[in-house]
């Protein structure tokens, strides 16, 4: 089993940055990929951004540029640096981690470890 735990959530205006932690603990040794989904009210879950043990990274199209993920050195911890964040943003953001895929993707379904999500909200 592994277990993540999400931190760095909280409210910013628009404009503003935050960065997402996520740390796995248990058997983290069967992880091959880390990655960052949200949900806002109403709406599914989307997918934010991967990365692999390997460094592979995949983002959402819509959020290239503004967010950026990266791990430890470790590989057990990974982050979600989130820039020039819009009203939009606003979502529970949660963390996962999957087993080996050949083709890694931001599929909810990949993935088979859940945090328990962390409140992003963007307003003025």
């Known amino acids: 089993q592994v277990q993540l735990v999400e931190s760095g959530g909280g409210s910013v205006q628009p404009g503003g940055s935050l960065r997402l932690s996520c740390t796995a603990s248990g058997y983290t040794g069967s992880i091959n990929s880390m990655g960052w989904f949200r949900q806002a009210p109403g709406k599914e879950r989307e997918g934010v951004a991967l990365i692999t043990r390997a460094s592979y990274t995949a983002y959402a199209d819509s959020l290239k540029g503004r967010f950026t993920i990266s791990q430890d050195n470790a590989k057990v911890t990974v982050y979600l640096q989130m820039n020039s964040l819009k009203s939009e943003d606003t979502a529970m953001y949660y963390c996962?981690?999957?087993?080996?895929?050949?083709?890694?993707?931001?599929?909810?379904?990949?993935?088979?470890?859940w945090g328990q999500g962390t409140q992003v909200s963007v307003s003025s």
């Open positions: 996962a981690a999957a087993g080996w895929r050949p083709f890694p993707s931001l599929d909810v379904k990949d993935f088979d470890y």
